[in-house]
């Protein structure tokens, strides 16, 4: 749900902008769409990461590494 953003300022004494006030529910919602991009960003990252070890060939099937994890027997 979208707020609307009211922009309220605290100034010094010469009215220069020094802060803004927000309403706890603007604040929580400007929060979670910055929790959103940060996590969108970090999927991104990953996906280019993770294309170019396919591309390198730099990786491990789940089933090698299943096997890689198992204990030798003795």
Do not use: F, H, W
């Not at 100034?11 to 910055?34: F, M, P, R, S």
Request: charged share 35%; with cysteine; glycine share 2%.
């Amino acid at each position: 749900m979208k707020t609307e953003l009211v922009e309220r300022y605290l100034t010094d004494k010469e009215g220069n902008k020094i802060a803004v006030v927000l309403d706890i529910e603007t604040y929580q919602n400007l929060l979670d769409e910055l929790d959103e991009l940060s996590c969108e960003k970090g999927y991104e990252q990953a996906v280019i990461e993770t294309n170019t070890e396919i591309e390198r060939e730099d990786y491990i099937t789940l089933d090698e590494y299943i096997i890689s994890r198992q204990p030798l027997n003795k």
